[in-house]
Every structure is written in structure tokens, then in C-alpha cells.
């Protein structure tokens, strides 16, 4: 690691080397989504600008909107006070943050007891992720 990166150090990884990271709307501050982060993704994201996450599943980066277009412009990098948490605000591209074609990722709200979908789809993941 160069002496450039030395801020890094100062993220408290878990014992598997991620951070967990927020995405927040830079504008509105609606929460878009929870991702990880390894040191080479945070690296990544601080250097060009744009979000780059771990996936655990699929166990490698993945630059977000690499398949969707649905890029994240990062606006701000924030640690949070136990310096165990990013926070990144983003402007988010073409308005979809979610896999599922929703603005963001917390479209489930409990009520009564049962989980109901509050928020309308946007664009069809299909349409989205043609493979």
C-alpha cells in the first residue's frame, strides 16, 4: 500500500476485510441500498468516482450499473463515528438503485404484522439485465 492510501487504515474492516456501505441520494437523502466494501473496492470508489462494491456472493467487485447502466456518482464519502460504516451520497443514474427495478432497495414495509411492497417498480429487471 502506498503512502497515499494510508487513509484506508483508518476503517474499521470486519474480520473478513468489508465495511458495510449505505448508498444515500446526495439530493434527497433517501436511502438507496446497503452493499459491502473491501479496501480495493473503497479505493476504487475514491479514485474514480463512481461506486464500486464486493459482492459476497459472486465473491469478486462489482462496479454498480456495470450490467444496468445505473451508475452511482459518488458526491461524499463519510465514516461514521465508530469508523465501522460508509456512507456514500450519490447522484444515481437513470433513477433505479435496486435489482428490482425500484428506486431503492427498502421497498418492504411492516404493517400489521406482514411485509407489503410500497414502492412501484420502475423498469422491469428484465428489460434492465438482458443476459
Not at 479514485?47 to 444496468?68: D, I, N, P, Q, T
Request: hydrophobic share 40%.
Amino acid at each position: 500500500m502506498s503512502a497515499k492510501d494510508i487513509w484506508l487504515n483508518k476503517v474499521k474492516w470486519t474480520d473478513d476485510g468489508l465495511v458495510p456501505v449505505i448508498a444515500q441520494d446526495a439530493t434527497n437523502g433517501t436511502v438507496l441500498m446497503f452493499a459491502w466494501m473491501n479496501r480495493e473496492a473503497l479505493k476504487l470508489t475514491s479514485e474514480s468516482g463512481e461506486a464500486v462494491y464486493w459482492s459476497r456472493s459472486r465473491k469478486k467487485l462489482w462496479h454498480k450499473g456495470e450490467e444496468s447502466g445505473h451508475v452511482q456518482k459518488v458526491k461524499e464519502i463519510r465514516l461514521d463515528c465508530d469508523e465501522d460504516v460508509v456512507l456514500l451520497k450519490v447522484e444515481q443514474i437513470g433513477g433505479i438503485a435496486c435489482h428490482t427495478g425500484r428506486n431503492h432497495c427498502f421497498f418492504q414495509k411492516l404493517e400489521k404484522g406482514n411485509w407489503l411492497v410500497v414502492e412501484p417498480i420502475l423498469k422491469d429487471p428484465a428489460e434492465i439485465y438482458k443476459k
